[in-house]
């Protein structure tokens, strides 16, 4: 046990005890075990995460470079800075969203909780992505139950929802509809957001929730995304101890928010809200 902690320390994450022994010993060796486990599943997930994010940022610096060049030399300079600021607005972004993903992992403690009424939430957000959705020809559709209080992380809540809807307009045929339906019930309380795409392989459809994972990256790299607004959506919803699906519906992809009941404010305190 001494040598296998020694090795662990050392560097050498695989190293495990892997006893048999039914003593406190072997209690101990096997906690020792379940403990290195998630520490190399944490540390290996950090270094892919950093990885992922020099790869992500090469090409936009690059193309940062390349657009500086163009300014020095183009006879058009209006051309030129406006491709140059668009360079900067991308990189920006992405480094939002960095921030976003290292806030919504951070201590659920620090959540900024609140009353708010999530239907009107939603209302919202489809009145935001009302120009994106026409652009595509796309229809937004709302299906919701009437006026229903939560306390929660009201930007957190937003920028969830607000990236699983863009999500799925991006990916929706032209002249298409998007639902979104808000239903509650005793024990959860849950929002659906279905497209009419191609929907994902069902082999990935684990996988659209980590970061930097695209099903398509040429596809989305061209239309600006980075493959970071599920993997935002999965950990704030994790930090309302809610659970993130998605699932084919052939045709489409439907993603599902499923919240705990106890976040709905109950009805004796619905008169001492300001909900306007």
Partial sequence: LGETVERFGKGNLSAR?????????GELSRAFDQMADRIQ??????RRLLQDISHELRSPLARLSFAVELVRTADNREE?????KKEIDRLTHLVGSLLQVTRVEGDPASLNQEVFRLDQLLQELVAGCAIEADARGCRLIVTEQGSVLVRADHELLRRAVENILRNAIRHAPEDTAIEMTL??????VSISVRDYGPGVPEEMLSSIFKPFFRVDSSRDSASGGVGLGLAIA????????????????HPGLLVRIELPGDLKVPAEENVAVNIS
């Fill in 17 to 25: 005890v892997s006893s048999r022994r039914q003593d406190e010993i």
């Fill in 41 to 46: 599943t944490l540390l290996t997930a950090e």
């Fill in 80 to 84: 030129a800075v406006a491709r140059l």
């Fill in 183 to 188: 239903d509650c019930q005793p024990s959860t």
């Fill in 234 to 249: 999965q950990s704030a919803i994790a930090l309302h101890r809610g659970n993130l699906s998605a699932t084919n519906m």
